[in-house]
């Protein structure tokens, strides 16, 4: 369905140039020339997993497709697939490594994702916004860094590397964001 740029959110699956990308992140940034507001997009194409950055004028209309949602949890790698259960009637749903591209990272045993599907086909797999990992590698800690605002490099217990406070030691859990692969904050139990 043809629907104004302006109304652009992340998370639509869009046809541009022939070709189909997940919507990451919108922004609008005005023309200091006269010309209008455009919107700047960042976009995902979901065949090859390469990123985008794209502007649209607020008067363009783009194609967002139709798409069904599903709320699955993931069960199992399978040869070289990924194997999720949909929640609402407990069938298997198969996820090729393409569709997932590096977010294949996130997964761990029963997290839950939204899977979006068109023409029943897997399009895209969203991940929460925030997942939970352990630091298994960094620097250790400097004296008096709680202080001062030092950031470090460390590595994650699903293979990501981040920059983290320098307070941050290794075994402490942390809140990642999915969308951007930043430290968010230190876990904190019961949260």
């Known amino acids: 369905m043809k629907e104004k740029a302006v109304d652009l959110r992340p998370g639509w699956i869009i046809q541009y140039e022939g070709r189909q990308f997940a919507v990451i992140s919108t922004r609008t940034v005005k023309s200091g020339t006269g010309g209008g507001a455009f919107l700047q997009t960042e976009m995902r194409n979901?065949?090859?997993?390469?990123?985008?950055q794209t502007a649209f004028?607020?008067?363009?209309?783009?194609?967002?497709?139709?798409?069904?949602?599903?709320?699955?949890?993931f069960l199992y790698k399978e040869g070289e697939d990924y194997v999720f259960m949909n929640m609402d009637d407990y069938s298997q749903i198969t996820v090729t490594p393409d569709i997932l591209g590096d977010d294949v990272a996130f997964l761990s045993d029963g997290i839950n994702v939204r899977l979006k599907l068109v023409d029943g086909g897997v399009l895209a797999v969203e991940f929460p916004t925030t997942i939970v990992c352990t630091v298994v590698e960094t620097d250790p800690q400097i004296k008096g860094a709680t202080?001062?605002?030092?950031?470090?490099?460390?590595?994650?217990?699903?293979?990501?590397r981040v920059v983290v406070p320098?307070?941050?030691?290794?075994?402490?859990?942390?809140?990642?964001k999915t969308a951007t692969r930043e430290y968010s904050e230190r876990y904190k139990e019961g949260k």
């Open 46 to 52: 979901i065949q090859t997993g390469a990123k985008a």
């Open 166 to 176: 320098s307070f941050v030691n290794v075994g402490e859990k942390i809140v990642l």
């Open 57 to 73: 004028r607020s008067t363009d209309s783009i194609e967002r497709l139709s798409t069904e949602e599903l709320e699955c949890t």
């Open 147 to 160: 202080a001062t605002a030092m950031d470090k490099p460390a590595i994650l217990d699903n293979g990501i």
